[in-house]
């Protein structure tokens, strides 16, 4: 989901603590909702299961149950005890990524990175498995034009240096010296996993909130950090004069924007087989055959 996020929901802070908590105590995602636009009849609809890196097999005995998520705060609390702490979230969050300092940021500002053997990436390492085994078993299935779609920010594209840097605080300009100085790292094993789907016949579409002027910016980080070039028929930002979002146009929310741009994607006569994303709103709305929700409890986007 784009580091430029223009809006959050009310309850986004909120939303922050309890999403941090869940990754680093339970290491366990929330599955999104199923909610979404009606495919046409020739789509296939998306997975009623949304792939995460521990999810339980009905087949697997276990001598104890499986971990929950921290459930998110009320709405409208009414005791402080009903919302977690802020500062232990933030630190709950270095924890779970395994801050690590190397090198400075474009501002000038010590870089924090994820750790290689953090719990994190360890995640991320039983998800892209997940996948692979999923996308090789699938291709026999879909043997015409099949296709992925990755979403850029923390799904491809890692922006905690970003997140430390401004202690969590939106703030677009900075956002912006970030994407255009390329200094986003890879989301770990996603490189991997994109060229993985490649050499087993997956067109690659990548679908971002980012604004259209930051093309080529975007297009270099992905290519900077090991992902195969996206020709600009296959990088998609936001851009809403484009005649597949007219309905939306200029309002679109996330869900429809990229609901709509899957849709144009198989209207060209691929078959996405698999989509990713770090927010339910890269998710949901139909035109993708499974979702697979990467990891993220820095922020939420509605």
């Not at 603590?17 to 366990?28: D, E, F, I």
């Not at 339980?56 to 919302?83: D, E, G, L, M």
């Not at 922006?159 to 989301?187: G, H």
Request: net charge positive.
């Amino acid at each position: 989901m784009s580091v430029l996020r223009t809006l959050r929901s009310p309850t986004a802070l909120a939303s922050l603590g309890a999403a941090a908590l869940s990754a680093v105590v339970t290491l366990v995602l929330a599955t999104p909702g199923s909610a979404g636009a009606q495919r046409p009849a020739r789509s296939r609809p998306a997975s009623a299961h949304t792939a995460s890196a521990h999810a339980a097999s009905p087949h697997t005995a276990s001598a104890h149950a499986a971990p929950r998520a921290v459930p998110a705060p009320p709405k409208h609390p009414t005791r402080a005890n009903q919302i977690q702490n802020i500062d232990q979230v933030k630190a709950a969050i270095k924890a779970y990524y395994g801050d690590t300092v190397a090198g400075r940021n474009p501002d000038g500002t010590a870089r924090h990175v994820p750790a290689a053997n953090g719990a994190y990436a360890k995640q991320m390492a039983a998800l892209v498995r997940r996948a692979e085994r999923y996308l090789n078993a699938a291709r026999q299935r879909h043997t015409h034009r099949r296709a992925i779609v990755l979403d850029v920010d923390d799904t491809s594209l890692n922006t905690y240096n970003f997140e430390i840097d401004t202690n969590f605080v939106r703030r677009p300009a900075k956002s912006a010296q970030f994407v255009r100085a390329r200094a986003f790292p890879a989301v770990f094993h996603m490189p991997r996993l994109a060229k993985y789907a490649r050499a087993r016949g997956y067109t690659l579409f990548f679908l971002t909130g980012r604004a259209a002027k930051l093309r080529a910016a975007t297009a270099g980080n992905l290519t900077k950090v090991g992902f195969p070039a996206a020709p600009k028929g296959r990088l998609f930002l936001k851009d809403q004069t484009r005649p597949w979002l007219s309905s939306c146009a200029p309002t679109c929310t996330t869900i429809e924007y990229k609901s709509l741009t899957r849709k144009h994607i198989e209207s060209l006569g691929y078959t996405i087989v698999a989509n990713f994303g770090d927010q339910r709103s890269d998710l949901v709305g139909g035109y993708a055959e499974k979702r697979f929700k990467i990891p993220n409890p820095m922020y939420y986007l509605p």
